[in-house]
């Protein structure tokens, strides 16, 4: 237990210090920051996809519905960003609850198409709904975040001011996940058949999944728009639901530390992949490949922490019997 | 305890259960046996909601559950276990025990996030009422396995457990010995009725006669989705009808 609790604290400690290694290089904070949003938008997807087992090919439209609302709120209303961003994470999850009353229904590809449709229409209507957006011009000057006489205005700051949201809400994923909720929302990706006859009303569950998934996703836009400061059409098409899709799948789904690393690895890795040039798509497609060839069930099985442990475990039981012996 | 009144349900052209009444009286053990394709695990699906009759009526302890969904039927009180294995396969055994208590828990989202007194208590709860089942079905030392990893016959075992933590009035097994070897058949022939010694009332559908003839109170016979005989076991064995559905006429 106090193990435990040590290893904790120096996770925190190494992260709190992290940003002072890169005093001055304001551009890896940042790219930071966005790595740290994909991990919120992707747990959010991997409680609809990997928990509940339903796809979503439309997670740019909740990431634009939460950048949109909360920057427009904030600008045109001056409504406090705290609050523009909760209540365009809400905004998010009702929409969220709207596709999934018909969504419910449908399962694999028709899930895949009626989620595509959805996010094609969110990226059509910020593009041309001009007046509320300003169209592809984009909508610039967002204000930073602030608490108090806390102003969240640099990278520095925000990486902070991520860092605690990152923490809450992963926190709460991993508490749903090991609930009556969570359980129940597991069952359905394993077996509708079998819950239905189990009293789990599948349906209110598919739904509340896709409700969780929206809200953090939706937050997660909301967070990118007031970091960037600027937000424009071109950051909410298919391509973004697309990355979402392979960060999950990179990292592997279902899990708690697969987003994590599926984010982290995929925003560094197509930055430093960079200096490759004309042949970073190339270079990034292969290695996309060679993972979903030979990693299907995404980085962390790579090393898969349980099992290590189990290992582990064994070989100090073994050693413990020797000694009893 | 159970009543089903004239259920006819019809697949296209064909009439899979037509106009079969029967009654299950409480805590007793009532078998439903008959040929192949007689119309057995059709009338199970009525029963728990998966089909929903063209005509007829099924009551349960003396209120309508026509046109309930099957999550509905199992608040109100009956369970059941599937011919074909349907376990949550890829979590462990003992998780799937703690869904099988979904219906009798209230714990909501709110309480969750905040993990409040109470809510911390009833998944404590859960996870000791599971490893009790587990005990009492001699499933506990799996408790960590995924539920795929169990044997053919614990599977099945594992599919009680489920129903049971669900605290059924009714319970429906479907096929439960299917697959089994003879040492795992007498054990869940004890087991069936240990349950049964709990209050709770049991429907099963069931192949092997042996298994049947020794367990069952009351016997109901279908054949070709209307039902041709009941009575006590060693009343059936002896029906011309039954004799002639199982064997063909000279």
């Known amino acids: 237990m106090l193990q435990k609790k040590m290893k904790y604290i120096i996770v925190a400690a190494l992260l709190l210090a992290l940003p002072l290694v890169f005093i001055g290089n304001s551009y890896f904070l940042l790219l930071l920051c966005t790595g740290m949003i994909y991990v919120i938008a992707v747990s959010g997807l991997d409680l609809l996809f990997g928990y509940s087992g339903q796809i979503s090919l439309g997670h740019a439209g909740f990431f634009a519905i939460g950048a949109y609302t909360s920057a427009i709120l904030s600008i045109k209303l001056g409504i406090p960003v705290v609050f523009s961003m909760l209540f365009a994470a809400g905004l998010a999850t009702m929409f969220a609850v709207l596709i999934a009353l018909p969504a419910a229904r449908l399962v694999h590809h028709f899930l895949a198409l009626i989620t595509i449709s959805f996010g094609e229409i969110v990226y059509l209507f910020v593009a041309h709904a001009d007046p509320l957006t300003n169209g592809f011009s984009g909508i610039g000057f967002i204000p930073s975040p602030s608490l108090g006489f806390l102003v969240f205005d640099t990278n520095m700051k925000y990486y902070y001011f991520l860092l605690v949201i990152v923490a809450v809400l992963l926190l709460f994923k991993n508490r749903i996940i090991r609930s009556r909720t969570g359980r129940a929302i597991i069952a359905v990706r394993e077996n509708i058949y079998a819950s239905d006859g189990i009293g789990i009303n599948v349906k209110n569950y598919k739904i509340l999944s896709f409700a969780l998934s929206a809200f953090y996703t939706g937050l997660a836009g909301a967070l990118y728009a007031h970091l960037i400061g600027f937000i424009s059409p071109e950051s909410f098409t298919l391509n973004q639901s697309i990355i979402f899709l392979t960060m999950l799948l990179l990292g592997g789904m279902g899990n708690f530390y697969g987003p994590i690393i599926g984010a982290l690895v995929l925003t560094l890795g197509t930055e430093y992949l960079q200096v490759l040039g004309n042949y970073q798509m190339l270079v990034y497609g292969s290695l996309l490949l060679l993972i979903v060839v030979f990693i299907p069930s995404g980085l962390i099985n790579v090393v898969n922490l349980r099992d290590l442990k189990k290992i582990l475990h064994k070989r100090t039981t073994v050693k413990e019997n020797d000694a009893n012996a | ?250």
Do not use: W
């Not at chain 2, 009180?77 to 219906?103: D, K, P, W």
């Open chain 2, 1 to 250: 305890m159970l009543k089903i009144q004239d259920v006819v349900i019809k697949f296209g052209g064909l009439c899979a259960v037509n106009e079969v009444s029967m009654d299950v009286e409480p805590h007793s053990i009532t078998a439903l046996i008959g040929p192949n394709g007689a119309g057995k695990t059709t009338l199970f699906n009525i029963i728990s909601g998966v089909l929903s009759p063209l005509s007829g009526d099924i009551l349960f302890a003396g209120k309508s559950i026509k046109g309930y969904r099957p999550y509905m039927i199992n608040k109100a009180g009956i369970a059941r276990t599937y011919q074909n294995i349907n376990l949550f396969s890829n979590i462990t055994v003992v998780e799937n025990v703690m869904i099988g208590q979904h219906c009798r828990r209230n714990s909501n989202l709110f309480q969750t996030l905040f993990r409040t007194t109470s809510q911390v208590r009833e998944e404590r709860e859960i996870r000791e009422k599971a490893m009790e089942i587990l005990d009492f079905l001699g499933l506990a030392e799996f408790s960590d396995f995924p539920a795929k990893s169990l044997s053919y016959g614990n599977q099945r075992k594992l599919e009680i457990a489920r129903a049971l933590a669900s605290t059924p009035q009714v319970l429906l097994l479907d096929e439960p010995a299917a697959g089994m070897n003879t040492t795992e058949k007498g054990e869940l022939m004890d087991l069936i009725r240990q349950i049964q010694a709990t209050g709770v009332t049991i429907l099963i559908v069931e192949h092997d006669m042996k298994l049947v003839m020794s367990l069952a109170e009351q016997v109901h016979v279908m054949n070709y989705g209307r039902k041709i005989a009941q009575g006590q076991p060693y009343e059936v064995q002896n029906n011309k009808d039954v004799i002639e559905a199982y064997l063909g006429t000279e």
